[in-house]
């Protein structure tokens, strides 16, 4: 049973909102009144510098790679954060016995400071408050990375709160049991980059010195969280343990390229949409003009939350937007066709359109959840251009879900159900 009004109502807010979206959608339109949340392209749209690193493990121990990778990959993004790039995107690719570290720079003017800052290796160093005349300094000590054997993560036996341990070498330990000595009941800072350890937080940055610490091993405790400590030990170990990078590629994308690839995508994408709507309008006529008018409604909808997150596209994220389309009219598809079946059994046309939903739910449903899961393996056990691919077509495909149930079935309601005023 549905109310005819309040389903009117419904419609004409869904026709408003994917307006707005639309408007939004398109930037020299959008641009007018606000140039907050511009569209973010990727290397292969926006141009840029591909740089490829070898990471040297040999001085790392097995049981060590995984957190010194991470942590290197987590101190180079936040090198490459203030260069001014739109969204860049560091990550690790394994060939073979070597591990590269991939840096995607979209949109860099200064290739070579990037190229420097990312060259160097994380340098880690603690630092102690000194009075200086009427001012309070953070000042280095003696005790630097070099001196750190390993970090890791544990938990409090009792309250199983995450801390981090860590480990120091002989001459090391002797440093730090100098520095906590005279520096008992005060805090003692942790800098990775001359930055604290963890810049947004940096009173976890600073742990108090409980007592003067000897033997060269030492637990940093507080309220932390999962995340938090993970970080810390990740940042520590890249900090601590030798494992310089090696520029072995470059490779720069200039500006026009992308232009010129952004412009065939958007061209390919709109041709796309076109042959499929000829299509369902000539095969399903006046159900094929439903299913178009909430095709384009969804289309309005996905690029806009899209750019609201927002998510880099690439040419791979707008194939997999194109293919969530597909998807979008396949679930119309098989309503389309069950409504058909339902008719031939001598159904109203209202009850056959009610029933053509709720036969053809169950197969929407399995493809789409299918396609889903798919797509979230693709997206956690892979890297680079496929990863963005997975992203746009999980999401696509979870509001194409919404666009195929909820706003076709509306449409049929309100302009093929005129003889039933409720069902």
Same mark, same amino acid.
């Given at each position: 049973?549905?109310?005819?009004?309040?389903?009117?109502?419904?419609?004409?807010?869904?026709?408003?909102?994917?307006?707005?979206?639309?408007?939004?959608?398109?930037?020299?339109?959008?641009?007018?009144?606000?140039?907050?949340?511009?569209?973010?392209?990727?290397?292969?749209?926006?141009?840029?510098?591909?740089?490829?690193?070898?990471?040297?493990?040999?001085?790392?121990?097995?049981?060590?790679?995984?957190?010194? =990778?991470?942590?290197?990959?987590?101190?180079?993004?936040?090198?490459?954060?203030?260069?001014?790039?739109?969204?860049?995107?560091?990550?690790?690719?394994?060939?073979?016995?070597?591990?590269?570290? %991939?840096?995607?720079?979209?949109?860099?003017?200064?290739?070579?400071?990037?190229?420097?800052?990312?060259?160097?290796?994380?340098?880690?160093?603690?630092?102690?408050?000194?009075?200086?005349?009427?001012?309070?300094?953070? =000042?280095?000590?003696?005790?630097?990375?070099?001196?750190?054997?390993?970090?890791?993560?544990?938990?409090?036996?009792?309250?199983?709160?995450?801390?981090?341990?860590?480990?120091?070498?002989?001459?090391?330990?002797?440093?730090?049991?100098?520095?906590?000595?005279?520096?008992?009941?005060?805090?003692?800072?942790?800098?990775?980059?001359?930055?604290?350890?963890?810049?947004?937080?940096?009173?976890?940055?600073?742990?108090?010195?409980?007592?003067? %610490?000897?033997?060269?091993?030492?637990?940093?405790?507080?309220?932390?969280?999962?995340?938090?400590?993970?970080?810390?030990?990740?940042?520590?170990?890249?900090?601590?343990?030798?494992?310089? =990078?090696?520029?072995?590629?470059?490779?720069?994308?200039?500006?026009?390229?992308?232009?010129?690839?952004?412009?065939?995508?958007?061209?390919?994408?709109?041709?796309?949409?076109?042959?499929?709507?000829?299509?369902?309008?000539?095969?399903?006529?006046?159900?094929?003009?439903?299913?178009?008018?909430?095709?384009?409604?969804?289309?309005?909808?996905?690029?806009?939350?899209?750019?609201?997150?927002?998510?880099?596209?690439?040419?791979?994220?707008?194939?997999?937007?194109?293919?969530?389309?597909?998807?979008?009219?396949?679930?119309?598809?098989?309503?389309?066709?069950?409504?058909?079946?339902?008719?031939?059994?001598?159904?109203?046309?209202?009850?056959?359109?009610?029933?053509?939903?709720?036969?053809?739910?169950?197969?929407?449903?399995?493809?789409? %959840?299918?396609?889903?899961?798919?797509?979230? =393996?693709?997206?956690?056990?892979?890297?680079?251009?496929?990863?963005?691919?997975?992203?746009?077509?999980?999401?696509?495909?979870?509001?194409?879900?919404?666009?195929?149930?909820?706003?076709?079935?509306?449409?049929?309601?309100?302009?093929?159900?005129?003889?039933?005023?409720?069902?």
């Amino acid at each position: 049973m549905f109310n005819r009004k309040k389903q009117a109502i419904f419609l004409a807010v869904l026709v408003v909102f994917s307006l707005a979206a639309g408007f939004f959608d398109y930037e020299p339109l959008w641009n007018r009144i606000s140039n907050a949340r511009p569209w973010r392209f990727g290397l292969d749209l926006a141009g840029g510098t591909f740089l490829t690193y070898e990471i040297d493990l040999s001085g790392v121990t097995n049981t060590e790679k995984d957190s010194v =990778v991470r942590g290197l990959r987590d101190v180079i993004e936040k090198r490459v954060n203030p260069l001014g790039v739109g969204e860049p995107r560091v990550y690790v690719q394994k060939v073979a016995e070597y591990t590269r570290l %991939i840096v995607e720079l979209a949109g860099i003017k200064d290739v070579d400071t990037a190229i420097k800052l990312i060259g160097e290796t994380p340098f880690l160093d603690f630092r102690e408050f000194q009075e200086v005349g009427t001012s309070t300094l953070i =000042v280095p000590t003696q005790l630097t990375g070099r001196y750190i054997v390993n970090a890791e993560l544990s938990r409090d036996p009792q309250t199983y709160v995450p801390e981090i341990g860590f480990t120091l070498n002989d001459e090391g330990g002797k440093i730090f049991q100098e520095i906590t000595k005279r520096n008992t009941g005060k805090p003692l800072c942790i800098f990775i980059d001359d930055a604290p350890i963890i810049p947004e937080s940096p009173q976890d940055s600073c742990p108090n010195v409980q007592g003067e %610490i000897s033997g060269g091993k030492a637990r940093i405790t507080g309220q932390f969280g999962l995340d938090k400590a993970l970080k810390i030990v990740q940042r520590f170990n890249a900090g601590a343990l030798s494992a310089p =990078v090696k520029l072995i590629n470059q490779q720069t994308i200039s500006a026009d390229f992308g232009a010129d690839a952004l412009k065939k995508a958007v061209k390919a994408g709109f041709i796309g949409t076109a042959l499929v709507i000829l299509f369902i309008i000539i095969y399903y006529r006046r159900f094929g003009v439903f299913a178009a008018i909430a095709l384009l409604m969804y289309i309005a909808i996905t690029l806009s939350i899209f750019k609201i997150i927002p998510i880099t596209l690439t040419l791979a994220g707008i194939a997999g937007v194109i293919l969530s389309i597909g998807m979008a009219v396949d679930a119309n598809i098989l309503v389309f066709e069950r409504t058909k079946e339902e008719l031939k059994k001598g159904q109203s046309r209202s009850s056959a359109i009610e029933q053509g939903f709720i036969r053809a739910w169950p197969s929407i449903r399995d493809s789409n %959840i299918s396609t889903m899961i798919t797509s979230a =393996v693709l997206y956690y056990f892979t890297s680079g251009f496929v990863k963005g691919f997975a992203l746009a077509l999980f999401l696509g495909v979870v509001i194409s879900m919404f666009s195929a149930i909820t706003i076709t079935r509306t449409l049929l309601r309100i302009f093929l159900n005129k003889e039933n005023k409720q069902l």
